[in-house]
């Protein structure tokens, strides 16, 4: 992987550019070999374009971050990874939404008014009503008076 490490103090972060193995913490400090620096307060950015070049030819994938840097830096070509994933319920949603429009228009173009598009898409049948299960009744027991407590005498 091509990856970031950070290296600043608190509230100033800034980062080496680092080949290493995926299934290492890039936080652990044993790293391949360092390919740059990336500072994001400052905006400095440091890169080896040949090393890093050489790496992602052997196989090495730089994260989503550090190939939109390479991206922007022009040391590789193609099209940024969007930063935050769309969620899947909406891009349904969008599709669902368009597609009864589409089909209302398909029905309507000859003018012929005995078609609804209520009565072109089929239903699924009605079920019966549920209606909760009876409880049993349980009679009610007569209540014995309480003995008054030896306290309550004195």
């Not at 970031?4 to 080496?16: E, L, V």
């Not at 307060?41 to 070049?53: F, N």
């Not at 994938?61 to 319920?89: D, F, Y």
Request: hydrophobic share 30%; proline share 12%; aromatic share 4%.
């Amino acid at each position: 992987m091509i990856r970031f490490m950070r290296i600043g103090r608190r509230n100033q972060p800034s980062f080496k550019i680092v080949v290493t193995e995926k299934t290492k913490s890039s936080t652990g400090g044993r790293f391949v070999e360092e390919v740059g620096f990336y500072n994001p307060v400052t905006k400095e950015k440091i890169m080896q374009a040949e090393r890093i070049r050489y790496w992602i030819s052997q196989g090495a994938q730089p994260t989503p971050t550090i190939s939109n840097l390479l991206i922007s830096e022009k040391v590789t070509e193609g099209e940024k990874i969007p930063k935050h994933k769309k969620p899947k319920k909406k891009e349904e949603a969008a599709a669902s939404a368009a597609a009864p429009t589409a089909q209302a228009q398909l029905i309507e173009p000859e003018g012929s008014s005995d078609v609804r598009p209520e009565d072109s898409v089929p239903r699924e049948p009605e079920r019966p009503a549920q209606t909760a299960p009876e409880t049993p009744v349980i009679p009610a027991q007569p209540e014995t008076p309480a003995e008054p407590s030896p306290k309550e005498e004195k």
